[in-house]
């Protein structure tokens, strides 16, 4: 216990913690797992009233993983692995919380997570070397080590129309979905938004409501999943040969484990590559598409091959070519904004009861008590859903109140865009981590992969830190630095920067532009990550 956890008054010396973590999702869930095996005392601090984070919020109609359940999904126990029950290739929302659920459960989680509660505040107090951690149900806690476990897309970006207070409608975030769920039957529906989230949403509610107003600002590049249930042969052969798939999965940059090794498509002669693309296509998901040739996120002709094809199958699946023209993504690469995964999303647009409306060509001016004024028309709406996304990989951590050695803030310490050291750590904040911080490559691949190797390594260092008998563990400004212009250096290399996504910051006005994951893949990632902890925690300093 810290010399003088009675001096802060509002401590209970009960409540003081090794490690608090804020945020129950994945990533939370196993650091509480692991870091209490190694003997630590951790506390979870999670605002929902549920395990689960983004799959808690996430509620709204078609929400559902685009990577393949078997592989989005803990590795870490072949008990949990051998026991869970995947139904579909891409499990929806409830079943991925009830697998968070099964979880918690399995591993006794729960009498160590304070659910219904936000972290407000920590604060780093140099003299005791820990952090007061201030939670929202008025409490003070005390702890050697934070980590921000709040996941990359879970500060949302509120909707500022004008004239939204005096909706008489109802209207939701798609991340902030109501419990008790949205009856949309017989309703006349507007969908803002046609990211990943509105491009799930849209194709589940057109099947319910009376009419669906899609309006779109930038179109997107979109391929179809081809969920289907999972048979139990499929999933025994999976189990079967489990080890393996997670060691092939580990072993690829985007953490899934197939297809393996691959080549370059450029030179390669344009009907063969559109074959290829076809057989992708064919397979479904970002799996059989992206990783198509090893260089389409790097080369403007392949990528440009890959986009016209897209592009065909747009104009061959939307029937009204007016329509398909505005849902046709042509000035940014495949892959600068977020490849969205489908179900049936484009064949939507085929439906009467669906109406497509380009607000570049047609602005929002307001909303009104009725429905949405455009600049040519006024649409009536009993329901607005806002899909318009998060302040990504940043906004959570930066809506805590963070103040490191001599009261700095994250906010300014990040106000010329954020660094930090592996993603990891950040220079002037000591004994604080981030799961999924800005440099680290999680939302660019299977972030469960990623997110297992990244506790591990909190835990060793965490480990090296106890045996070594140090106070504070920080990041040095130097290698702080390094990271974050490798970080960017990388993804100067790619067709990243090309597109106004929220990879960049670009969705936030104000935000400093600036490319936020590590795009060098999750194995380049790790082993910079093992090389750092092999040559004795480089780029870190510890005091006794
Ligand atoms: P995204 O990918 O940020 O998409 C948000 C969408 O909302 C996108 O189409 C935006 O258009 C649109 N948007 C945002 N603000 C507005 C305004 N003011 N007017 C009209 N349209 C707007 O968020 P998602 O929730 O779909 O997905 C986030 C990630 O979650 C996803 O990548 C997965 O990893 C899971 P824009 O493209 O900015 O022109």
């Known amino acids: 216990m810290p010399q003088d956890a009675h001096a802060t008054g509002s401590a209970d010396p009960a409540e003081v913690y090794d490690v608090i973590v804020a945020g129950a ?48 999904s803990f590795s870490f126990d072949e008990g949990l692995q051998q026991e869970w029950v995947w139904t579909e290739r891409y499990a929806g929302q409830a079943e991925i919380r009830r697998y968070l659920d099964h979880v918690a459960d399995r591993f006794d989680l729960r009498r160590d997570i304070r659910l ?3 972290v407000d505040a920590a604060h780093f107090r140099s003299d005791t070397a820990d952090w007061l951690v201030h939670t929202s149900d008025g409490a003070t806690l005390i702890s050697r080590f934070c980590i921000m476990a709040t996941g990359p897309l879970s500060s949302i970006k509120p909707p500022d129309f004008e004239g ?7 209207w939701y975030h798609s991340a902030r979905w109501p419990q008790e769920g949205v009856d949309f039957t017989g309703k006349r529906v507007a969908v803002i938004g046609t990211g990943s989230t509105g491009v799930q949403i ?78 992708g296509w064919a397979i479904g998901g970002v799996v059989g598409i992206l990783r198509a040739y090893s260089d389409i996120i790097t080369s403007t002709e392949v990528n440009e091959s890959l ?65 949405i004024q455009t600049a040519t028309g006024h649409i009536d709406v009993d329901i607005i859903v806002f899909a318009i996304g998060f302040d990504a990989i940043t906004g959570a951590v930066k809506e805590i109140d963070i103040r490191g050695r001599e009261g700095l803030t994250i906010q300014d310490h990040w106000r010329e865009g954020p660094k930090a050291h592996l993603g990891l750590a950040v220079n002037g904040f000591p004994n604080m981590f981030l799961m999924t911080g800005p440099g680290s490559p999680a939302v660019l691949g299977n972030v469960v992969t990623f997110l297992e190797q990244q506790v591990e390594m909190i835990a060793t260092i965490l480990e090296m830190v106890r045996s070594d008998g140090a106070r504070t563990i920080e990041a040095e400004q130097e290698a702080e630095n390094t990271w974050a212009a490798h970080v960017q250096e990388i993804a100067s290399q790619t067709l990243f920067m090309k597109g106004k996504s ?16 590590y795009a060098g893949g999750l194995v380049r990632y790790h082993a910079e990550c093992e090389a750092m902890v092999e040559a004795g925690l480089r780029g870190f300093s510890l005091t006794k």
């Open 25 to 72: 999702g994945f990533s939370g869930l196993f650091l509480l797992h692991r870091l209490r095996s190694a003997g630590f005392k951790v506390l979870v601090i999670e605002s929902g009233g549920g395990v689960g984070g983004t799959w808690y919020w996430n509620r709204y109609p078609g929400a559902r993983c685009d990577v393949e359940s078997v592989d989005y």
């Open 502 to 517: 929220w990879f960049i910051g670009a969705n936030i006005e104000g935000k400093p532009v600036g490319f936020l994951p």
């Open 202 to 279: 849209i194709p589940t509610v057109a099947k319910l409501a009376e009419h669906v107003t899609v309006l779109q600002r930038t179109p997107n590049y979109s391929i179809p999943a081809r969920n289907r249930p999972m048979s139990k042969e499929e999933l025994d052969e999976v189990k079967a040969t489990y080890a393996d798939r997670r060691v092939r999965a580990r072993m690829a940059a985007s953490g899934v484990p197939n297809p393996p090794v691959l080549e370059p498509g450029e030179g390669v002669p344009e009907d063969e590559k559109r074959a290829h693309f076809e057989r």
């Open 164 to 170: 939204l207070a005096d909706f008489a409608g109802q």
């Open 307 to 371: 986009a016209r094809f897209v592009r065909d199958k747009i104009a061959d699946t939307v029937h009204d070519p007016v329509t398909a023209e505005k849902l046709t993504p042509r000035d940014y690469p495949l892959g600068a904004k977020r490849l969205c995964v489908d179900s049936n999303y484009f064949e939507t647009y085929n439906r009467p009861n669906v109406t497509l409306i380009d607000v570049n060509a047609d602005p929002i001016v307001r909303i009104t008590p009725r429905g």
């Open 116 to 118: 219904n509660t936000r």
